[in-house]
């Protein structure tokens, strides 16, 4: 655990390295200047009446208060230096991958697997989308109360206590206020509680998510008036629901895909104007495929179960079935989904080379080509967001 421990710190370290040069990068001329720029509230730093409306406003087609303060509080200290702005998203993304380690490897006494996980998680190349645009600062803020969360509901199952249990809700409360995609978490606590935390499945562990079920519908109705008010949800009447159902299937699919293979990555992807038959029905039959064998392989893998249904689950708020913008997909919506599947990948490989005698030795020489090759494709994807000019250059092509 201290060499892990050791190894974590060094993680944050190289992560903030590969992500240092973003600090050079200017805002974007994309929704940089309805979150900043152009925004005179935020403009104007935290005043109480900036405050106030922070809490009130729908702005950019969301209730997310917390990102708004953030926001305001980054004007406070810096100004409208990019600079400032910039390095705190990677603040808070260093933040998150402790969190994500400190949990992982409290919940199943694994360092190693968690430390790994915590290692695809900093230095994938479809997070740098969250943490290289300043808009998408609720990403990564939320991404650190939804972590802060686990591990909290975590020390509540070990330990007990009505505090624990009401700071772990706090901390949910604030991850919605951040952004609203954290509203799958009260299922992901139900996973959890699946495995690792091998919890009997029960109607009193259901009882006990009710609260967090309460916020979540309580967030989803704010988010639906929000984004109805501000003109976002205008592509649902364009897009017939089978495109838009076809679409959601087809993009778990490429979202998989593109974790193993992070090439042509791009900030927008535009929704297509036709999907061929073939495509959604193998992508649904691949899913279906998938489901199944997790399921079978429950008692044996119970991981896979966690892992492979917290990517499904929390993709569901932005699969596009109540499609909001003009995209496809997004790199930036894998940015809490992907850990499922990391966790999946690392108590799965580990399993699987079970025995071997080499073993140790194979799983150390993978893990490093793995999470060398991620920091290399990073650093250049990271390159791609250092102008407009650049960015939307790379997304034309």
């Known amino acids: ?43 104007g730093g935290l005043t109480g009446e900036n405050v106030g409306w922070a809490f009130s406003a729908t702005a950019m087609s ?18 409208l230096d990019p600079r400032g702005h910039h390095l705190a998203n990677v603040f808070f993304h260093v933040a998150s991958i402790l969190l994500l380690f400190f949990l992982l490897s409290g919940i199943t ?23 290289a645009w300043v808009a998408e600062r609720k990403d990564v803020l939320s991404g650190c109360f939804w972590f802060l969360t686990l591990l909290l509901y975590a020390r509540y199952v070990k330990r007990g206590g009505t505090g624990r249990y009401l700071l772990a809700l706090l901390s949910f409360a604030a991850g919605l206020m951040a952004k609203p995609m954290l509203v799958t978490l009260p299922v992901v606590l139900l996973l959890l509680d699946y495995w690792p935390l091998r919890r ?31 003109g976002a949800m205008n592509d649902t009447d364009r897009v ?20 193993f293979f992070p090439r042509d990555l791009a900030m927008l992807y535009p929704f297509p104007g036709s999907i061929p038959p073939w495509e959604v029905f193998g992508a649904f039959l691949l899913l279906v495929l998938v489901c199944a064998l997790v399921i079978v392989y429950r008692q044996r893998c119970p991981y896979l179960v966690t892992g492979w249904f917290w990517f499904l689950f929390t993709l569901v708020p932005v699969i596009g079935i109540v499609q909001v913008g003009g995209q496809s997909m997004a790199d930036r919506y894998t940015y809490i989904p992907l850990t499922g599947l990391f966790i999946a990948c690392a108590w799965g490989v580990n399993d699987l080379l079970h025995g071997w005698r080499y073993r140790t030795v194979a799983l150390a020489t993978l893990a490093w080509l793995i999470v060398a090759a991620s920091a290399m494709v990073t650093w250049r994807q990271i390159g791609y967001w250092r102008d407009n000019l650049t960015l939307y250059r790379h997304t034309l092509e």
């Open 1 to 43: 655990m201290r060499r892990a421990l050791i190894l974590c710190f060094l993680l944050v370290a190289v992560t903030a390295g590969v992500y240092l040069p973003t600090g050079g990068h200017p805002f974007i001329s994309f929704d940089d200047p309805g979150y900043v720029t152009e925004n005179p509230r935020v403009r």
């Open 240 to 259: 017939s629901l089978g495109m838009r159902i076809g679409n959601s299937v087809v993009s778990c699919v490429k979202y998989v895909f593109k974790m």
């Open 109 to 131: 006494g694994a360092p190693w697997q968690s430390l790994f996980v915590a290692a695809l998680f900093a230095l994938h190349p479809l997070h740098v989308e969250s943490v």
């Open 62 to 79: 969301n209730w997310h208060p917390l990102t708004w303060l953030s926001h305001m509080a980054d004007v406070q200290l810096f100004g």
């Open 200 to 230: 009997p499945l029960r109607w009193p562990l259901v009882k006990e998510k009710i609260p967090f079920f309460a916020l979540a519908a309580l967030s989803s109705a704010v988010t639906l008036y929000a984004q109805k008010q501000g």
